[in-house]
T-cell receptor, first 113, second 116 residues
Framework: AQSVTQPDIHITVSEGASLELRCNYSYGATPYLFWYVQSPGQGLQLLLKYFSGDTLVQGIKGFEAEFKRSQSSFNLRKPSVHWSDAAEYFCAVGGDRDDKIIFGKGTRLHILP | GAGVSQTPSNKVTEKGKYVELRCDPISGHTALYWYRQSLGQGPEFLIYFQGTGAADDSGLPNDRFFAVRPEGSVSTLKIQRTERGDSAVYLC??????????????FGPGTRLTVL
């Protein structure tokens, strides 16, 4: 069955510190992988996506993610977080013959001043 | 440019009532999606339209839920005989073309439905 696991419900980091949000997926074919961010009162915004090619993908707002097929992972990273990064982050998976995205339960990121 | 809009932003109703939630996609987007996000969960797929037709309604939880898109633009999600378990944020998304996730889905801000 297709699924996404985000093992951390909450993550707290200090402003300026590095960040890694974990994501593991289960998918029966070549996956399309996504990271979305959801800020209070705002819609989901796509941070980055992986379809094929280079396994390290760059996104908006200084985020990047690395696809590791052997580990079925697609972790999100940022070298230095800003207070404005506080939000909920969702990892998601789909496929080239899919018309729907399967989302994880999300990780809420808190930033300490 | 204008993004995806959803109305109302909040809807409070009583158990057993009928509700309609509206989605205005980005102009020119042929694909439209509805998702439901319950508290503490990620968005869950409900239905996908390509033009006027529902291409995939496999996520609708039961026959109390129905959605239409009569002119291929605005869509309405309809819930009959609402139950407390229907309380959630209902998200709408649109993309330029469907049938593949290669085209980015743009999400609206959602409608928060509360069933008392």
């Amino acid at each position: 069955a297709q699924s996404v696991t985000q093992p951390d419900i909450h993550i707290t980091v200090s402003e300026g510190a590095s960040l890694e949000l974990r994501c593991n997926y289960s998918y029966g074919a070549t996956p399309y992988l996504f990271w979305y961010v959801q800020s209070p009162g705002q819609g989901l915004q796509l941070l980055l996506k992986y379809f094929s090619g280079d396994t390290l993908v760059q996104g908006i707002k200084g985020f990047e993610a690395e696809f590791k097929r052997s580990q079925s992972s697609f972790n999100l990273r940022k070298p230095s977080v800003h207070w404005s990064d506080a939000a909920e982050y969702f990892c998601a998976v789909g496929g080239d013959r899919d018309d729907k995205i399967i989302f994880g339960k999300g990780t809420r990121l808190h930033i300490l001043p | 440019g204008a993004g995806v809009s959803q109305t109302p932003s909040n809807k409070v109703t009583e158990k057993g009532k009928y509700v309609e939630l509206r989605c205005d996609p980005i102009s020119g987007h042929t694909a439209l999606y509805w998702y439901r996000q319950s508290l503490g969960q990620g968005p869950e797929f409900l239905i996908y339209f390509q033009g006027t037709g529902a291409a995939d309604d496999s996520g609708l939880p039961n026959d109390r839920f129905f959605a239409v898109r009569p002119e291929g633009s605005v869509s309405t999600l309809k819930i009959q005989r609402t139950e407390r378990g229907d309380s959630a944020v209902y998200l709408c998304a649109s993309s330029q073309r469907g049938a593949t996730l290669y085209n980015e889905q743009f999400f609206g801000p959602g409608t928060r439905l509360t069933v008392l």
